[in-house]
């Protein structure tokens, strides 16, 4: 499920940084699900600030069996999650989305009951479902949680997984992203020079297209000018034809002025 989902499919991939919630961003006392009670891990305002300004989306993946289990509502979940926001907002920092996984097998609410939910890390689905909303570039995204099964949902999802012990966020995503730059200068040479040419490529096809839509318009302008030209024509047919008429008509008056009673 969705919280709060992000804009639009843009034409262009970014990276993501997945984050699971409890024990990342705030400290995990068991089901949290009361805003007075909430307490904040060092950090988390600025990591999201950081990507934010790199171009990063970020995305909060969180299970949330307590909702299946009825240890609370969904309201109560959302009540979170804005006390999060406003908390990474202090910084200036954005969540782009939030999906969280109500779901588990053992489940009181029957609806939420399911054997194997697959939204529910380590399953990968909501990371899935992420993917399918945003235009997201994977080699370059990576998770951080505070459990295996945080990594393991990141594994199955194709990105990389980082585990978070504690300590200060924004630091931990330094060094993500220290290590992230590193990892693409040590690309092998063939893969670099493919993406080069992928580039390239893209480019020589803007610059094929260019004339074509250059010559498109000007023939759209074209055809413009021509129905204009024949508006003009008919404007001033119409003007002529009245005006023969007008003359017409004045002559005949005037022969018959002048002939004799």
Avoid at 112 to 127: A, E, Q, T, V, W
Avoid at 161 to 186: M, P, W
Wanted: with cysteine; aromatic share 8%.
């Amino acid at each position: 499920m969705v919280a709060r989902s992000g804009q639009a499919l843009s034409p262009n991939a970014r990276p993501a940084a997945f984050f699971d919630r409890d024990g990342v961003f705030n400290v995990d006392h068991g089901y949290a699900h009361k805003v007075e009670e909430l307490e904040w891990i060092a950090g988390g305002p600025q990591a999201v600030r950081r990507l934010n300004d790199l171009g990063y989306l970020v995305i909060l993946v969180t299970n949330q069996s307590g909702i299946g289990r009825g240890y609370y509502d969904e309201a109560a979940m959302h009540a979170v999650h804005d006390a999060l926001r406003a908390h990474v907002g202090q910084a200036g920092g954005v969540i782009d989305a939030i999906y969280f996984a109500p779901h588990h097998e053992d489940a009181v609410v029957e609806k939420y009951r399911h054997p194997d939910p697959p939204d529910r890390k380590p399953n990968p689905g909501m990371l899935l479902r992420a993917m399918r909303d945003f235009a997201i570039d994977k080699e370059r995204s990576f998770l951080i949680g505070d459990k295996p099964s945080d990594l393991e949902a990141a594994r199955r999802a194709g990105v990389r997984g980082y585990l978070f012990e504690g300590g200060d966020l924004d630091a931990a995503v330094r060094g993500i992203l220290g290590e992230t730059l590193k990892q693409q200068a040590e690309k092998p040479p063939e893969v670099l020079h493919h993406q080069r040419s992928q580039t390239l490529l893209a480019l020589a096809c803007v610059l094929l297209a260019m004339p074509l839509a250059i010559m498109n318009f000007i023939g759209r302008i074209g055809l413009l000018w021509q129905l204009l030209e024949i508006a003009l024509f008919g404007a001033a047919w119409i003007i002529t034809r009245r005006e023969s008429k007008r003359v017409v008509s004045s002559r005949a008056a005037s022969k018959g002025q002048s002939s004799p009673t």
